[in-house]
């Protein structure tokens, strides 16, 4: 399984945008999608994450501003971000769960100025 993450940039505090995650190889089913970020200095945390059947979590820091969806059929994972700050700056990584393996994608960076 390999991860390909997209839709990073430079946006202004309030602005918003939107990332997306494609997973690719021989795949059956992939039980778990999500999105962790990871600030300079700081440890990578999870930001959301989607069940296949559609269960979300969300960090307490981005509720009501990001909303994670996927796609089954297409193997996505998106995340919209809305009323971004300054301190959503990060590299946002993509994650999956498949078959009790975690899969990793690159990583897109997103800063936010203020």
């Known amino acids: 399984v390999q991860l390909q993450a997209s839709g990073g940039g430079l946006v202004q505090a309030g602005g918003s945008l939107g990332l997306s995650c494609a997973a690719t190889?021989?795949?059956?089913?992939?039980?778990?999608m999500g999105w962790y970020r990871q600030a300079p200095g700081k440890q990578r945390e999870l930001v959301a994450q989607?069940?296949?059947?559609?269960?979300?979590d969300y960090a307490n820091s981005i509720k009501g501003r990001f909303t994670i969806s996927r796609d089954n059929a297409k193997n996505m994972v998106y995340l919209q971000m809305n009323s971004l700050k300054p301190e959503d700056t990060a590299i946002y990584y993509c994650?999956?769960?498949?078959?009790?393996?975690?899969?990793w994608g690159q990583g897109t960076l997103v800063t936010v100025s203020s």
């Open positions: 190889g021989t795949i059956y089913s992939i039980s778990l």
């Open positions: 994650k999956a769960i498949y078959q009790g393996n975690a899969y």
């Open positions: 989607i069940t296949r059947r559609g269960s979300t």
